[in-house]
């Protein structure tokens, strides 16, 4: 080997070293900070970095939305949802609650947005031959509100407003009748990427 091409190896070795030292210093920085917590499936046993809902008696649902923070608009991306048109996210957007079955009456919703993006949680009613993750979208990326029987959408407050920010928590009560719900996120394109859960009344 002569001694030009000895040191285009020893330079990529020292590159692709470099690349290594890098990952491994971003996940360990990522993972000390709790980045990969919040965007967790459990993360809904953690508090909000802002503020925290109020404690409640009786029957309570602890939701949490989360993204990877990207999204993307256009005709020309696929649209999920078994082809649907209108918008499409690009990463994973998730709503879970816990837990998903709760005696009728008086139940508060407690939602903490662990995503990178703004989010909010509307509680609509599920027919006996719906299920949650098919309502129709419309052009604007959303769903219809009718029949909307609760949300919650303001940032360390009860009830309607902008949206949750990010690391922010969102709580109202709502009075549910027996039968089956979806929660949802209704911002453009986040119902179609995958953010709705059903919470199912019992008598």
């Given at each position: 080997?002569t ?11 020292a ?9 491994i210093a971003?996940?360990c920085?990522?993972a000390?900070?709790g980045?990969?917590?919040?965007t ?10 802002r ?9 309570a ?8 923070g990207?999204?993307r ?6 649209a999920?949802n078994?082809g ?5 996210g690009m990463?994973m ?5 816990h837990p998903?079955?709760?005696p009728?009456?008086?139940v ?11 989010h909010e949680?509307?509680v609509?009613?599920?027919s006996a ?15 219809s ?5 609760g ?14 920010a990010?690391?922010a928590a ?13 929660l949802l ?8 990427a ?7 009344v019992?008598r």
């Amino acid at each position: 080997m002569t001694p030009h091409r000895r040191r285009g190896v020893w330079s990529a070795i020292a590159v692709a070293a470099a690349a290594l030292v890098l990952g491994i210093a971003t996940t360990c920085l990522m993972a000390a900070s709790g980045a990969f917590h919040r965007t967790g499936p459990a993360s809904w046993r953690a508090h909000s970095t802002r503020c925290t809902a109020p404690a409640v008696k009786g029957s309570a649902v602890d939701v949490t939305v989360w993204d990877t923070g990207r999204m993307r608009r256009g005709p020309d991306w696929p649209a999920p949802n078994n082809g649907r048109p209108g918008w499409y996210g690009m990463g994973m957007m998730r709503l879970a609650a816990h837990p998903t079955t709760v005696p009728a009456g008086r139940v508060a919703l407690r939602v903490v947005n662990a995503g990178a993006l703004t989010h909010e949680v509307i509680v609509l009613p599920l027919s006996a031959d719906q299920a949650a993750g098919e309502r129709a979208i419309g052009s604007d990326g959303r769903v219809s509100e009718a029949g909307s029987v609760g949300e919650a959408s303001r940032t360390c407050g009860s009830g309607v407003g902008e949206g949750i920010a990010s690391g922010a928590a969102a709580w109202t009560t709502v009075t549910l009748r027996p039968g089956r719900y979806e929660l949802l996120c209704n911002v453009p394109g986040h119902y179609a990427a995958g953010m709705y859960a059903e919470l199912d009344v019992t008598r």
